[in-house]
């Protein structure tokens, strides 16, 4: 790995909130809250009174009474992120997109062409405000883990470069929340055997960690805490799933009204898989309840398919399973995907395949292709709320 810092990672700044003040003026400025039932992002001056996703919408009510709240826009949200998206594969072909709003880019390979990395990052910064109109931070490092905690550092709207020899004196003093895999329960554990730093994780031994944390998670923190990472910018990836989600809010739901949900959410991911020629073996399902707490649930097919009805049975006996659990503790996102891909050209034919119903799936898609997505929909779906998409990954 090259000694000088040239991994950039580039997180846009309240991305939902930041294009609703973009392309509302009278937004900038204000305490701005994307969602009403969830809160889905709040613009930095909303995030001052206390105001967190996914925190309820009556809880960032009452944490900033003046607080303006828009319903989210995911079209001009995906539109935006295209076109950051664009400067980042201007600036360097190694671009590994993470999210919608951010992304690993690599640009060791730039110092004649273009300047060092922090002239570049500078760069791209001025260049996505000023063609698409958002701020940007930008964290430099030599490692993907150490570029991603700068840009955390850094934020908002800012420029961080930590230098190759400055390295663990810029980690060691961070919390021990900053490193990779410590969420609320690791750090309430680390914080009762009185390590509260990175530098605490690092003066103990591997063993010692394995001891207390686990195998897994031990090895990993003892390696994040002395800027071990050895892993590249991926460029070029084919996804390793499908999937699609959608936030529901916190009213009342349904048996029916999941269902309906459930089966919109699968018909778009087989949809999707079948444009793109993938097939999967693994169907995956994702819940959030209302205490916010996260689930997940999958089914291995004995077979690779695209097919609409053999996804949506899965999920339906996947969902069956954890009803209970809906019941108990409500329901905020539902999320479905589809894993373990392969190309569809890997899928043995049949003397049937003419009358499979891959191909009457693959006859509607045609339809929606050429008349719009809403020619042809199932009647479970006719009349029914299916929540507000959220986006993963950008196209």
């Not at 940007?136 to 150490?146: D, E, H, M, S, Y």
């Not at 002395?226 to 070029?236: F, I, L, S």
């Not at 799936?361 to 008349?371: G, H, I, K, P, Q």
């Not at 809403?374 to 009647?379: C, D, E, G, L």
Request: with cysteine; glycine share 10%; hydrophobic share 45%.
């Amino acid at each position: 790995m090259s000694a000088d810092p040239a991994i950039l990672h580039a997180d846009l700044d309240s991305f939902y909130a930041s294009v609703e003040q973009r392309d509302t003026p009278a937004l900038r400025g204000l305490p701005v809250i994307v969602g009403a039932g969830v809160v889905l992002a709040a613009s930095y001056e909303a995030k001052a009174f206390g105001v967190r996703t996914p925190m309820p919408g009556s809880q960032a009510r009452a944490l900033c009474p003046h607080a303006v709240v828009v319903p989210p826009r995911f079209s001009a949200y995906t539109e935006a992120s295209r076109a950051v998206f664009a400067v980042f594969r201007d600036t360097t072909p190694l671009v590994e997109g993470l999210s919608i709003d951010e992304a690993f880019l690599d640009v060791g390979g730039l110092r004649r062409l273009a300047g060092s990395p922090a002239t570049i990052a500078a760069r791209l910064r001025a260049r996505v405000l000023d063609e698409v109109g958002l701020p940007i931070t930008v964290g430099v490092a030599r490692t993907k883990f150490l570029a991603k905690v700068a840009s955390r550092v850094a934020k908002p709207d800012g420029l961080l470069v930590v230098p190759g020899d400055g390295e663990l004196e810029f980690l060691h003093p961070l919390p021990v929340e900053m490193l990779w895999g410590v969420g609320e329960v690791t750090a309430a554990k680390l914080h009762g055997w009185g390590i509260r730093t990175v530098g605490d994780v690092a003066q103990l031994g591997q063993s010692t960690l394995v001891s207390l944390l686990g195998r897994a998670a031990g090895r990993h923190l003892f390696a994040l805490a002395h800027n071990h990472d050895a892993r590249r910018v991926q460029v070029g990836r084919r996804r390793g799933s499908i999937g699609s989600q959608r936030a529901l809010g916190r009213r009342p739901k349904s048996p029916e009204m999941v269902d309906a949900v459930l089966t919109g959410l699968v018909d778009r991911v087989t949809r999707r898989m079948r444009a793109a020629h993938r097939v999967g073996r693994t169907v995956v399902l994702r819940l959030r309840f209302d205490d916010f707490s996260r689930i997940t649930r999958s089914h291995t097919l004995g077979a690779a398919t695209a097919h609409t009805g053999t996804v949506l049975g899965a999920a339906r006996t996947l969902l069956a399973t954890v009803r209970p659990e809906i019941e108990r503790r409500g329901l905020t996102l539902l999320g479905v995907a589809v894993g373990n891909l392969d190309d569809d050209a890997s899928v043995q034919l049949t003397l049937f395949d003419e009358l499979h119903p891959v191909s009457v799936d693959t006859a509607l898609d045609r339809v929606r292709e050429r008349f719009g997505s809403s020619a042809v929909t199932r009647a479970a779906l006719l009349g029914r709320d299916q929540g507000f998409e959220v986006p993963l990954l950008p196209d």
